[in-house]
């Protein structure tokens, strides 16, 4: 994301990766964001499906439904965001030093710069329209703004509860929360090296099209060797230092460092691991545009076969390959 240019406002600024910068990207744009407190990323709407996750402070989301019912919620850091397509959103910046998170739309061409906005639609609308469609005098709408917003700096909003009894006019919610606190939740795996958190349609179940894994690995750990059967994987940086490897066929193998704010992908089926090279914690966050998360960990595909045959591929004893772990570790070493 550092080589992204940077769309610069008042009250935020964002910048992006759509498949026209990362030509392997096919399935993902990703958007980093950062807003001031109080800074508004206008009401909006698109044709992509987005999920994101915050990096940094707190933000609030409004949100309509299809069948119109509204949700307001406050998100922090580790927290997730599902706006399925078409429904309409927007996000403010609170105190005290405003947000920054990375949304994920499951489309390699979508673009942040280019939505559909609430000042863009009102500005191409005759006032004589405006006014009849909401019932009031055409003059009511002569100082609206002829340019879009986009970002713009706002004043902080009131606490959530006024803004939740605020929309609730009918007392109907929606029925699948639209956040959901992934860095809180419960790990998927853990062991001493690190851990996995996943958030798909299981348990994020209005997430439909995007699952993720938010994978935490300590100094010396390794990401174990696995694939993902049914989504390429994009990933950012979030901390630390990172070295991963992609086997492709050929044979062909990738070696590549990362650092907080980088961005890698991984095509589907294609053989990966990640080692923390750093002495801090390293977290990077999967995306996948899929319903649900699968991986295969190739310890569980070889602990699994019969050890008689996995001896002769690879010239080892069945004594050792009884010792490789049989459970999915998610990060090794595990004791
Ligand atoms: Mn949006
Ligand atoms: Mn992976």
């Known amino acids: 994301f550092n080589n992204a240019p940077k769309r610069v406002q008042n009250g935020g600024w964002a910048r992006q990766v759509t498949q026209a910068d990362f030509a392997i990207s096919d399935t993902i744009t990703g958007v980093n964001m950062r807003l001031t407190a109080g800074g508004i990323r206008e009401l909006h709407w698109h044709q992509a499906a987005e999920w994101a996750v915050m990096t940094y402070g707190s933000c609030r989301v409004t949100v309509l439904d299809a069948a119109g019912r509204p949700y307001v919620a406050d998100v922090n850091e580790g927290d997730l965001w599902y706006f399925p397509a078409g429904q309409l959103h927007s996000l403010q910046?609170?105190?005290?030093d405003g947000c920054e998170f990375v949304i994920c739309f499951d489309d390699g061409d979508a673009s942040e710069f280019n939505t559909l906005l609430l000042t863009d639609w009102f500005a191409h609308t005759p006032p004589e329209v405006l006014a009849k469609n909401f019932g009031v005098p055409a003059?009511?709408?002569?100082?609206?703004?002829?340019?879009?917003?986009?970002?713009?700096?706002?004043t902080l909003?009131?606490?959530?509860?006024?803004?939740r009894t605020a929309v609730s006019k009918t007392g109907r919610v929606p029925p699948h929360p639209v956040i959901f606190r992934l860095g809180a939740s419960a790990p998927a795996k853990e062991s001493k090296s690190g851990d996995v958190r996943i958030a798909d349609s299981n348990n994020f179940t209005v997430a439909t099209r995007i699952a993720a894994a938010l994978v935490t690995v300590r100094p010396g750990g390794l990401r174990e060797m696995h694939w993902h059967p049914n989504a390429d994987e994009w990933q950012y940086y979030i901390k630390g230092k990172a070295r991963m490897t992609v086997f492709d066929t050929g044979p062909n193998a990738m070696t590549m460092d990362f650092n907080a704010g980088d961005i890698g992908y991984v095509k589907k089926n294609l053989g990966h691991y990640v080692e923390n090279v750093g002495d801090t914690d390293l977290q990077f966050i999967g995306v996948f545009k899929a319903p649900r998360y699968q991986e295969i960990s190739?310890?569980?595909?070889?602990?699994?076969?019969?050890?008689?045959l996995v001896a002769q591929h690879l010239n080892i004893d069945e004594a050792i390959i009884a010792k490789w772990p049989d459970n999915g570790p998610g990060v090794m070493p595990h004791s």
Do not use: R
């Open 139 to 154: 003059q009511t709408f002569a100082k609206i703004p002829l340019q879009n917003l986009w970002i713009f700096q706002g």
């Open 298 to 308: 190739l310890s569980d595909w070889l602990t699994h076969t019969p050890a008689a």
């Open 157 to 163: 909003p009131g606490d959530l509860a006024s803004d």
């Open 93 to 96: 910046g609170l105190g005290p």
